[in-house]
């Protein structure tokens, strides 16, 4: 299995974008309190979670196509490699996701995005989020427009996981990481 170091190395050999580094983080973060949660391997599922978008920023239109590939430099495993190229399920790849690990990712991917946006949207930022104010902004569809909520639907349903708890992971893990992503109120 890559170190962590190893796959942030490569994370930044293709990708520039702070937003999108903020996402992968946010992703990763997430990942682990799952893993935490569900009693699996934390690093190795971080990694997932760290690695997923690796080749979005240069290859766009090769979304977890061209992932392989990169992945394959600092030995990714065929369990890693599944795992991060079938989050694009139905909407660039037919890699189904099969195993929990792969299900969360799918889940969560989309769901981090919409987490980050409501959090963007309060002076409390991270600090005084819940469910409910992410269930609130969820049900306004103009609202964070690009997150795809069908996705995290299917998600949830994949996974038999109630969405409230499913929001809830995700905040915990994004507020254990929320200074070193934007999301956490300024001193002062």
């Not at 299995?1 to 520039?16: D, G, H, Q, S, V």
């Not at 990694?47 to 430099?73: N, T, Y």
């Not at 989050?87 to 799918?106: N, R």
Request: proline content about 4%; charged content about 30%; some cysteine.
């Amino acid at each position: 299995m890559p170190t962590r170091e190893e796959a942030l190395a490569l994370w930044k050999k293709y990708n520039k974008s702070e937003s999108l580094y903020h996402h992968a983080l946010s992703v990763e973060a997430v990942m682990r309190e799952y893993a935490r949660k569900l009693s699996e391997d934390e690093d190795y599922w971080g990694i997932v979670g760290l690695l997923h978008d690796i080749d979005w920023e240069m290859w766009p239109e090769e979304h977890c196509k061209k992932a392989p590939e990169l992945l394959k430099e600092i030995g990714a495993d065929d369990d890693m490699i599944h795992a991060i190229c079938s989050h694009g399920y139905g909407l660039t790849v037919d890699i189904k996701p099969e195993k929990e690990m792969e299900k969360v990712l799918y889940t969560i991917d989309e769901l981090t995005g919409l987490v980050n946006a409501t959090a963007l949207m309060r002076p409390e930022k991270m600090k005084s989020i819940s469910v409910k104010s992410v269930k609130k902004k969820w049900s306004s569809p103009s609202f964070a427009a690009g997150v795809n909520r069908s996705v995290i639907s299917k998600g949830a349903e994949m996974l038999g996981f109630e969405l409230a708890d499913i929001i809830q992971t995700t905040i915990d893990g994004m507020t254990k990481i929320a200074p070193e992503i934007g999301l956490w109120p300024e001193e002062g």
